[in-house]
């Protein structure tokens, strides 16, 4: 014989099961949300830095006279500008496939 107590707590089990299952929803997509984010933030510092080296060069480069260490400075600038251009569109590009799912 069930009482109104037993009923009431298989309610509650059902209730609490799917509230479980409804929140692991949630926060799986928000965690998906906020990964996209931080890498789009990234993304976007990361293609900031690599402007501000493309502009020391455009600015260092109509003065470079032929001595060695402009010369260094202008190659290991380019090699930073490179590499954060790189490290940007990654980020954008992860940040893409994290958002379509994949």
Known sequence: MLTCYDEALKLDLRT????????????SRLWRILRSLFHEVMGFLFLAM???????????????????????????????????GAF???SFWRARRITRGK
Not at 16 to 27: E, P, S, T, W, Y
């Open 50 to 84: 690599s402007a501000w080296g493309a502009i020391w060069i455009a600015r260092v480069a109509p003065q470079f006279n032929g001595d060695g260490e402009t010369l260094f400075k202008i190659v290991l600038v380019g090699v930073f500008v490179l590499m954060m």
């Open 16 to 27: 609490a099961d799917l509230a479980r299952q409804h929140f692991g929803g949630v926060v």
């Open 88 to 90: 940007g569109v990654s």
